[in-house]
């Protein structure tokens, strides 16, 4: 059996040598898939797999923002911990609203937090510093593509019953 929760993915990427950053777009990327995944159920009219898959994007958002470190992270974790914290809120709208556009907006922004993770991946692995004071939150430069809604190619399951 297959154990696919966070800390899980991140023990194996951790394994296999991945930097810190790398962990946490690896973690971005579940998240979006997931939010592909709940509009395609959307779509589909399937309340159980949309809701389900929303459910795991907030398991794997409520682990990244169990893993700030408030202590060495200063200014940027409080911003992370503000970040994930209103993630979550328009996660729980979206599920409410059950609007294509909602979730739409959830991988925008998702989209655009992950690419400015990726940018900053190279300067992570040779030790350079990637915020600065004169820089401290190059994640704002960052303006995200359109996204395409990917197909469901994986099932995936629940164990939830009426």
Same mark, same amino acid.
């Given at each position: 059996m297959t154990n696919n929760s966070p800390a899980s993915t991140y023990q194996q990427l951790a394994a296999r040598g991945?930097?810190? /950053?790398?962990? /946490?777009? !690896?973690?971005y990327d579940t998240v979006l898939r997931d939010f592909r995944r709940a509009q395609a159920a959307l779509v589909a009219?399937? /309340?159980? =797999?949309?809701?389900f898959e929303l459910n795991h994007a907030l398991t794997v958002i409520a682990h990244l923002q !169990? /893993?700030?470190?408030?202590?060495?992270?200063?200014?940027?974790a409080?911003?992370?911990?503000?970040?994930y914290e209103?993630?979550?809120?328009?996660?729980?709208?979206a599920s409410v609203r059950c609007t294509r556009e !909602?979730?739409?907006?959830?991988?925008?922004?998702?989209?655009?937090?992950? =690419?400015?993770?990726? =940018?900053?991946?190279? =300067?992570?692995?040779?030790?350079?510093?990637?915020? !600065?004071?004169?820089?401290?939150?190059?994640?704002a430069e960052v303006v995200p593509p359109t996204p395409q809604i990917e197909p469901q190619t994986t099932p995936r399951t629940s164990n939830w019953s009426a």
């Open positions: 991945t930097s810190p /950053v790398g962990l /946490v777009i !690896s973690l009219g399937n /309340v159980e =797999q949309r809701v !169990s /893993v700030l470190n408030h202590e060495r992270g200063g200014e940027a409080k911003t992370f911990d503000r970040f209103i993630a979550r809120a328009m996660i729980l709208d !909602s979730l739409q907006k959830l991988i925008a922004t998702f989209t655009s937090v992950r =690419q400015a993770w990726h =940018q900053i991946e190279p =300067q992570s692995a040779t030790g350079q510093p990637f915020l !600065s004071p004169s820089n401290p939150a190059p994640i």
